[in-house]
């Protein structure tokens, strides 16, 4: 098998001076004086200025190498900087190119050329438009006196490059079980998002919209976003959360811009403003629905321009961060209201995530209690486990359809603890979740209208019938009982529905919810608004 080498000529480093070039390493003509690396042919591609050392080399070449002929390519880029232009060109040449790899060996050399030709001359042997493995030349060593110095032949396909992939595999994986807080999660659509959160983390810069319910943990996914990105080096500046529903007034503006002093009244110092604290870093804005008009407006300006104006200032400052939002709502609902601006959803909604709400993901509940205990006992110094008859008790409950788990993965967290702190002898046992469960269904369903109060606010609510709010109340706690809308639809129509030919509770059950401007989500989420 014959051994071909492709390589650019080397405009500096090949000339080797007119008196002494016998005496320089010159790459190209070095690659042809090795006794174990007989070059059968060289294709050997160079730039138009460069035709009389290209003609000059393969007279050296043959003085040194009378086996090795030498085949002058002209590859003459408009901009030997400009990647495209070069990779172009060399594109044009791998394809126009007869390879005959039964036959022969092929070898690319990337010790000359420009850099951007390296680089290229590499994605292209990479991507296998260059069946080619690498060929690296050195320089000897000082005061050794052969010029011919030595080589290295890197072959892509080998096992170790598939260790590479390997590595960075595993690489990848830690990184979403960090994004995970570690915990072992088994819903595979929630596996699927966090495996996308991960990528678009790490290559991206651009707002990230975190859509779910109070307590699916969008806070604690921003904050872990933040730390994988500064692990690898993304960003400098802080994290800064803040929650927009505690933002009101002067108040709102201040907190996210800043003000100078004497810019309303009470302002008596300046204050920088939680964007500006963010530059470089990350800003989580937790409940974005809830900003007033007027800070959409300057939001919209600072994440696209990286600008905006302090209150009572008319100097502009700076702020290069990045944004992640949190809602619990549809915000293209609150857009066809009137309440929030639709090209900054346009903005913001460049990559969005649903995290789902715990009672969707039944088959994590029990990684999460196992995370739970473990925080407890980091935090409390205890170690704290079930016997085994309660943790059989207390996960046939927490996965059934009586658990409604309104307040998500913060509402498991705070159970959890409550069986930790109470057990004794660090077990917890049959009668102390039997205690918890009759504390979780006596918050749960306490009083026909609590879950009325969870998902419409009081003046919407005072609009309503007693008589309807009895009965939407029921339909709220079947809804927060089931796992799909189907499945509630069944629950409510039982009856009524073996009595017709055509059935669809889903949609029976929508416009139900329609008429109190309800929908399911809002309905199950079961945090739309807190009491």
Known sequence: MKTVVIGFLGSQLDSGGTQARWERWRPTV???????????????????????????????????????????????????????????RLHDFARGYAFDVDRERYLMHITTGTHVAQICMFLLTEARYFPASLLQTAPPRRNDGDPKGSYAIIDLDLSRYDQLAARFARETQDSTSFLKSGIATRNGAFNRTIDEIERVAVRSRSPVLLIGPTGAGKSQLAKRIYELKKARHQVKGEFVEVNCATLRGDSAMSTLFGHTRGAFTGAQVARAGLLRTADGGIVFLDEIGELGADEQAMLL??????????????????????????????????????????????????????????????????????????????QVGENVRFNAEARRAFLRFATSNEA?????????????ARMATLAEGGRITESTVASEVERLKSAWHGSATDGLERVLDAERLAQIDPFDRVQLAAVVDACRRSNSMAAAGRRLFAVSRAQRTAINDSDRLRKYLARFGLDWASVVGSGVREP
């Open 301 to 378: 300006r600072a994440i696209e321009e990286k600008r905006f104006f302090p209150m009572g200032s008319d100097k502009e400052v700076r702020s290069d961060f990045q944004l992640i939002a949190g809602t619990n709502r549809d915000l293209r609902d609150d857009v066809r209201a009137g309440r929030f601006r639709d090209d900054l959803l346009a903005r913001i909604d460049h990559w969005t995530f649903r995290l789902p709400a715990l009672r969707e993901r039944p088959e994590d509940i029990e990684p999460n209690v196992d995370y739970e205990l473990a925080r407890y006992a980091e």
């Open 404 to 416: 409604v788990w309104a307040g998500n993965f913060r509402e498991l967290s705070a159970c959890v």
């Open 30 to 88: 070095s690659l042809c004086q090795h006794e174990d690396l007989v070059v059968d042919r060289l294709e050997l591609l160079h730039a138009r200025p460069h035709q009389k050392l290209a003609e000059a080399l393969v007279l050296d070449i043959a003085t040194v190498s009378p086996e090795t002929t030498v085949n002058l390519h002209l590859v003459d880029p408009r901009d030997p900087w400009d990647f495209q232009d070069v990779y172009g």
